[in-house]
């Protein structure tokens, strides 16, 4: 049954498929074992022997933080990680690939970070965020930098705000365990919603490559105004969906946060004083992860004489569910009084694109660990500019420094900071 999904999965007949699984070879083991290590050393270096080679090896780490110092311990102590003798450039690396988390706050982020240290160099560790693989975010820069239109007014002369949301209309369901420990500004802002803002917001980095890339994201996330103990209760909010409490694996009386609101500024010459709002969370009434952009309207206002507000223009970048690109314009209606309307141009990735042309984010993100190429991967210091700005702000809801709020499952909270 497991072999029929596959194979209709990956578009191969059943020849093919028999072909292609000749290619692999299988090595059972647990990963709190030595055992299991030793055989898979084994089996390598009998296959260099036999092809007078030297094995690429890609260590793909998808288990709890927790685990990572005992599978460490265990492919250093079976020599899977020692370093091959010289060899040609396209063989003999090793690679590890790190889900997040990355960690539960800084000092444990700092402290994974010295354990992989221990075994690998900086360029051979892949922290893997997989929302970064997906064609819509890896889009973000082509949008913004392959568009003449777009940059001149991509700073706070003419943005009056930025608003990056990450709905889920889904709960929590059998992750108790694990989201009891984690609430939701940990779980997707921390990682995918800071990723999102210094894309949106980071310099023109020159060059698609990974270095110019990653200083520019690490530029914004260090630009982040820290909030104090004073800021963090009118520029947050944390609420919890009712029933969320009632959950297996979930403490009786938890107040870990379901859904969080933050308000935020980055300290730099082009986004200075502009209000930035993130927002995620679970139980909430859509699924919607976007980002906004509202454009200033400068004055004076060319607005008919009843008119008092004005017109402004907001582009909505839509990474799901429906991913593309949204703006709204303002035109006039046909008639003989100066009326005007605002209207929407749009653009939608799956209209545009054959389903085949789309790669998993997965992967994208495993085809670029074995070509060696970091870009959609975060980098340590991306991780502890995050991990300082989130930090204070977990203290404080910690210490109960704002309330704990409570909304109904598929409705959003309806106090705001």
């Known amino acids: ?72 311990k265990h492919l250093a102590h079976s020599g899977l990680t020692k370093a091959c003798p010289p060899t040609p450039a396209e063989s003999g690396w090793t690679r590890v690939v790190v889900e997040k988390p990355f960690g539960r706050d800084l000092a444990t982020a700092q402290a994974l970070d010295r354990l992989l240290g221990k075994l690998f160099k900086e360029e051979q560790i892949y922290r893997l965020d997989h929302y970064l693989g997906k064609e819509t975010v890896q889009n973000v820069l082509a949008f913004r930098f392959s568009n003449a239109f777009l940059e001149p007014a991509w700073n706070r002369r003419h943005i009056e705000r930025l ?68 800021t963090i209760p009118t520029h947050t909010m944390r609420a919890q969906y009712a029933g969320y409490a009632k959950l297996p694996e979930v403490a009786a ?61 907001v582009l909505r970048y839509r990474l799901r569910p429906s991913e593309g690109v949204v703006t709204s314009f303002w035109v006039k209606k046909p008639g003989t009084a100066m009326v005007i309307e605002e209207k929407e141009l749009g653009f939608n990735y799956r209209s545009a694109y054959a389903p085949e042309e789309f790669i998993d984010a997965y992967e994208k993100l495993i085809l ?43 409705t959003l909270p309806r106090s705001s900071p």
Not at 374 to 396: G, K, M, N
Request: proline share 5%.
């Open 368 to 410: 670029d660990a074995m070509a060696g190429d970091q870009t959609l991967f975060v980098s340590t210091e991306e991780i502890e500019a995050s991990w300082r700005f989130i930090d204070p702000i977990v203290r404080a809801w910690k210490h109960k420094k704002s309330p704990l709020l409570f909304y109904q499952p598929q």
């Open 163 to 230: 608003d990056l949301r990450f709905w889920e209309t889904d709960g929590v369901e059998d992750r108790g365990d694990f989201y009891d420990e984690t609430g939701a500004l940990r779980d997707v802002g921390q990682n995918h919603l800071l990723q999102l803002l210094a894309l949106f917001t980071m310099n023109n980095p020159g060059t698609f490559t990974a270095s110019a890339i990653r200083r520019e994201r690490i530029k914004i996330l260090r630009a982040l105004k820290p909030l104090s103990l004073k």
């Open 1 to 72: 049954m497991v072999r029929t999904m596959v194979r209709k999965s990956t578009g191969l007949a059943a020849s093919e498929y028999s072909s292609f699984l000749r290619l692999f070879t299988y090595v059972q083991g647990y990963f709190d074992e030595r055992s299991g290590y030793e055989k898979l050393a084994s089996l390598l270096g009998k296959q260099d022997a036999k092809q007078k080679t030297c094995t690429n090896k890609l260590f793909h780490l998808a288990v709890p933080p927790q685990y990572y110092k005992k599978i460490f």
């Open 253 to 313: 009386r938890s107040t870990t946060e379901t859904y969080f609101r933050i308000t935020a500024e980055l300290d730099n010459p082009n986004w200075r004083g502009v209000p930035i709002t993130m927002e995620g969370g679970k139980r909430l009434p859509e699924d919607n992860v976007e980002v906004a952009v509202t454009f200033k309207h400068h004055t004076p206002c060319l607005c008919p004489p009843d008119r008092h507000d004005h017109y402004q223009n």
